[in-house]
């Protein structure tokens, strides 16, 4: 069976907080031939690691990492990069993948009020604008 992960089972992965849940999602991503995580369950992974759970931006690029290792995870890696080199540079991993994914429909310039989002999409030479 080829599984979508819902946030809440990657978070549970992640956070072994719950040890039910945990073994639960564990067998279920075990037994899986594939498993499918998109970019929202991704940008809300991130998310919810950094606000809820005070999670520092190195852990968190380093969950995501090992969840892109594993071997039967399908997920979208350009935009993974995308948003952990945001991630990286202190601006939000979402906003790397609305970046990027906005290139791939043919979007031309980012355009944001996040100053630090425009920025490190300029340093990494994507057009980017900031609206004021």
Same mark, same amino acid.
């Given at each position: 069976?080829?599984?979508?992960?819902?946030?809440?089972?990657?978070?549970?992965?992640?956070?072994?907080?719950?040890?039910?849940?945990?073994?639960?999602?564990?067998?279920?991503?075990?037994?899986?031939?594939?498993?499918?995580?998109?970019?929202?369950s991704l940008c809300e992974?991130?998310?919810?690691?950094?606000?809820?759970?005070?999670v520092s931006r190195e @852990? &968190?690029? !380093?969950?995501?990492?090992? *969840? #892109? $290792?594993? +071997?039967?995870?399908?997920?979208?890696?350009? @935009? &993974?990069? !995308?948003?952990?080199?945001? *991630? #990286? $540079?202190? +601006?939000?991993?979402?906003?790397?993948?609305?970046a990027h994914e906005g290139?791939?429909?043919?979007?031309?310039?980012?355009?944001?009020?996040?100053?630090?989002?425009?920025?490190?999409?300029?340093?990494?030479?994507?057009?980017?604008?900031?609206?004021?």
């Amino acid at each position: 069976m080829r599984i979508v992960a819902d946030t809440n089972v990657l978070l549970r992965l992640v956070l072994a907080d719950d040890p039910e849940q945990y073994a639960t999602a564990l067998e279920a991503v075990k037994r899986a031939e594939a498993v499918v995580v998109t970019n929202v369950s991704l940008c809300e992974l991130v998310w919810t690691l950094r606000n809820s759970y005070s999670v520092s931006r190195e @852990a &968190v690029a !380093a969950a995501v990492s090992d *969840l #892109r $290792a594993t +071997a039967h995870v399908v997920l979208d890696n350009a @935009a &993974v990069d !995308a948003g952990l080199a945001m *991630l #990286r $540079a202190g +601006a939000d991993f979402a906003d790397g993948v609305i970046a990027h994914e906005g290139r791939c429909l043919g979007g031309g310039t980012f355009v944001s009020f996040d100053k630090k989002a425009v920025a490190v999409q300029a340093n990494h030479g994507h057009p980017a604008q900031l609206l004021m």
